[in-house]
């Protein structure tokens, strides 16, 4: 078993700690017998101090151990689930740092009771194996906390991409082409750019980038000419800012650390920032919001004014609304929808709200026919237009259970990779007193209202046209209240 110092200390102090109580010794008792003061003991027992080998003769001896039981890293059956956490490369590779905690906290909560601890590690272990969890799960989730602990928009990035644009002169509303980011790649970071469709390699045909060296990169030929300068963008952001780790594909194939996930999350939020300054979107989102109605033409001439994609413009959206419109009850969510076929998946989802969780809570459940993204990958997959391959709507989405509505922005398009499959973006804001204030369309009677659930098996709808698999959960659920209130009724009648 791998372990570091930290952990090794924590185990030292965590048995001293067992062993003690088992004799039904206090720290005093154990002083007196040691020599050593109470307060030297309880920085060990805490994890804080690592004694000299003598010292930990006195205390085996002191509590009826031998040396090696107290330096084994071997721990009881009680307290094994604690060896297993230790050894865990979710918490080797969970970003702690990044929520401002040390694994000297995670220790010292352990340490008041670990064989409680003990119990409640096991059964996180045995759910993340039930549910097929591995350190991907738990570090793509750990971006997700951090991106709603600070809305989605981080000042730090936004100033890095100010910065880059000023040292370049990139003033105005002017585009920046494809070929300037070659250029800027080529000249001053010395990088080699290819293009290719990967042909001789199929399995990786869906992957926009794969980067084998520091100074190579190879784009995929496929790509919209917008998504290939998003690409060049996010390069230039790796060097720019200096970040040395990251992955070598742009979709993940193999999530290793944290800081790859947290490099890549930041060089996509800086080329968005470059492509769609900040001060910009702001004056251009002011004007749009003051529309009486919903005006979807006027999002798409924005996403041709800065000659962005629907997903890069949208998601841009979500990092400006929450930040400077005050819009910070939102969600975005980025589905793909195989064509001749019922099934719609996340690839893509943030979610600052805590009205309802747009992915499948559990394993085979179908999300909600009836969102807005869903409705309009039905609608474009049944009626494919060759003359408008972008696709605008709006929905005012009400969760049946929580009685909330949304307002729910979607797009649809084509997907460029494949051509069995189609994406489409939902940009949704709780419809609350300050979106009513900041949005002049907020009850534009134009826009269609829907009844919506988290998904099939969780919805209590009737009629629902779009059902795609019976409410078995809500039927158990519902089964369960029923019996709770008889049992109730019984236990009163029968006091």
Same mark, same amino acid.
């Given at each position: 078993?791998?372990? @570091?110092?930290?952990?090794?200390?924590?185990?030292?102090?965590?048995?001293? =700690?067992?062993?003690?109580?088992?004799?039904?010794?206090?720290?005093?008792?154990?002083?007196?017998?040691?020599?050593?003061?109470?307060?030297?003991?309880?920085?060990?027992?805490?994890?804080?101090?690592?004694?000299?080998?003598?010292?930990?003769?006195?205390?085996?001896?002191?509590?009826?151990?031998?040396?090696?039981?107290?330096?084994?890293?071997?721990?009881?059956? !009680?307290? @094994?689930?604690?060896?297993?956490?230790?050894?865990?490369?979710?918490?080797? !590779?969970?970003?702690?740092?990044?929520?401002?905690?040390?694994?000297?906290?995670?220790?010292?909560?352990?340490?008041?009771?670990?064989?409680?601890?003990?119990?409640?590690?096991?059964?996180?272990?045995?759910?993340?194996?039930?549910? #097929?969890?591995? +350190?991907?799960?738990?570090?793509?989730? &750990?971006?997700?906390?951090?991106? =709603?602990?600070?809305? @989605?928009?981080?000042? #730090?990035?936004?100033?890095?991409?100010?910065?880059?644009?000023?040292?370049?002169?990139?003033?105005?509303?002017?585009?920046?082409?494809?070929?300037?980011?070659?250029?800027?790649?080529?000249?001053?970071?010395?990088? !080699?750019?290819?293009?290719?469709?990967?042909?001789?390699?199929?399995?990786?045909?869906?992957?926009?980038?794969?980067?084998?060296?520091?100074?190579?990169?190879?784009?995929?030929?496929?790509?919209?000419?917008?998504?290939?300068?998003? $690409?060049?963008?996010?390069?230039?952001?790796?060097?720019?800012?200096?970040?040395?780790?990251?992955?070598?594909?742009? &979709?993940?194939?193999?999530?290793?650390?944290?800081?790859?996930?947290?490099?890549?999350?930041?060089?996509?939020?800086?080329?968005?920032?470059?492509?769609?300054?900040?001060?910009?979107?702001?004056?251009?989102?002011?004007?749009?919001?003051?529309?009486?109605?919903?005006?979807?033409?006027?999002? +798409?001439?924005?996403?041709?004014?800065?000659?962005?994609?629907?997903?890069?413009?949208?998601?841009?959206?979500?990092?400006?609304?929450?930040?400077?419109?005050?819009?910070? =009850?939102?969600?975005?969510?980025?589905?793909?929808?195989?064509?001749?076929? @019922?099934?719609?998946?996340?690839?893509?989802?943030?979610?600052?709200?805590? $009205?309802?969780?747009?992915?499948?809570?559990?394993?085979?459940?179908?999300?909600?026919?009836?969102? *807005?993204?869903? *409705?309009?990958?039905?609608?474009?997959?049944?009626?494919?237009?060759?003359?408008?391959?972008?696709?605008?709507?709006?929905?005012?989405?009400?969760?049946?259970?929580?009685?909330?509505?949304?307002?729910?922005? *979607?797009? $649809?398009?084509?997907?460029?990779?494949?051509?069995?499959?189609?994406?489409?973006?939902?940009?949704?804001?709780?419809?609350?007193?300050?979106?009513?204030?900041?949005?002049?369309?907020?009850?534009? &009677?134009?826009?269609?209202?829907?009844?919506?659930?988290?998904?099939?098996?969780?919805?209590? +709808?009737?009629?629902?046209?779009?059902?795609?698999?019976?409410?078995?959960?809500?039927?158990?659920?519902?089964?369960?209240?029923?019996?709770?209130?008889?049992?109730?009724?019984?236990?009163?009648?029968? =006091?």
């Amino acid at each position: 078993m791998e372990i @570091n110092s930290e952990s090794l200390r924590f185990v030292l102090g965590l048995k001293i =700690k067992q062993f003690r109580q088992n004799e039904g010794m206090s720290l005093k008792e154990l002083s007196a017998l040691t020599k050593l003061s109470i307060s030297y003991l309880s920085e060990i027992e805490k994890g804080k101090k690592y004694p000299k080998p003598e010292k930990i003769a006195v205390l085996a001896h002191a509590l009826n151990r031998t040396f090696d039981e107290l330096v084994s890293l071997k721990l009881d059956d !009680e307290l @094994n689930p604690l060896t297993a956490l230790l050894n865990s490369p979710v918490l080797k !590779e969970f970003p702690l740092q990044q929520f401002g905690i040390g694994l000297a906290d995670i220790f010292e909560l352990v340490n008041d009771s670990p064989s409680k601890a003990g119990a409640f590690i096991r059964t996180l272990l045995e759910i993340s194996r039930g549910y #097929d969890m591995n +350190v991907e799960h738990f570090l793509l989730a &750990s971006l997700r906390s951090y991106q =709603k602990m600070h809305f @989605n928009y981080f000042a #730090d990035l936004e100033e890095a991409a100010n910065e880059f644009r000023e040292q370049n002169k990139l003033t105005g509303n002017k585009v920046i082409t494809q070929k300037w980011l070659e250029a800027v790649l080529r000249d001053e970071f010395q990088c !080699e750019i290819h293009y290719d469709d990967f042909s001789d390699y199929p399995d990786l045909q869906p992957l926009r980038s794969i980067c084998p060296a520091p100074r190579k990169i190879w784009i995929n030929s496929k790509l919209y000419p917008q998504q290939q300068k998003f $690409v060049l963008a996010r390069e230039i952001g790796y060097r720019f800012m200096k970040l040395k780790e990251r992955a070598e594909t742009s &979709s993940w194939i193999k999530v290793e650390t944290f800081d790859q996930v947290f490099n890549q999350f930041k060089v996509s939020y800086f080329a968005g920032a470059v492509l769609i300054p900040e001060q910009s979107i702001i004056e251009d989102l002011t004007v749009w919001l003051q529309n009486k109605h919903f005006d979807g033409k006027a999002l +798409v001439e924005l996403m041709k004014k800065y000659d962005s994609t629907p997903e890069m413009f949208l998601y841009r959206m979500s990092q400006i609304m929450p930040a400077h419109f005050g819009m910070q =009850k939102m969600h975005y969510m980025r589905l793909n929808h195989k064509l001749k076929t @019922n099934s719609f998946h996340i690839t893509k989802e943030l979610n600052l709200t805590n $009205v309802f969780v747009p992915r499948s809570i559990g394993p085979g459940e179908h999300q909600c026919r009836r969102w *807005a993204a869903t *409705a309009g990958l039905k609608q474009l997959a049944e009626h494919p237009d060759p003359l408008n391959d972008v696709q605008v709507s709006a929905q005012l989405s009400t969760f049946t259970a929580q009685k909330q509505t949304f307002f729910n922005i *979607a797009i $649809v398009r084509s997907k460029s990779l494949s051509d069995q499959t189609n994406t489409g973006m939902t940009l949704g804001f709780l419809i609350d007193d300050n979106f009513k204030a900041k949005a002049a369309f907020w009850d534009d &009677s134009k826009v269609p209202n829907s009844e919506v659930n988290e998904t099939c098996e969780r919805c209590p +709808v009737n009629d629902c046209e779009s059902r795609v698999a019976p409410p078995s959960i809500h039927r158990a659920q519902k089964k369960q209240r029923s019996r709770e209130r008889s049992l109730s009724a019984f236990i009163e009648r029968n =006091k």
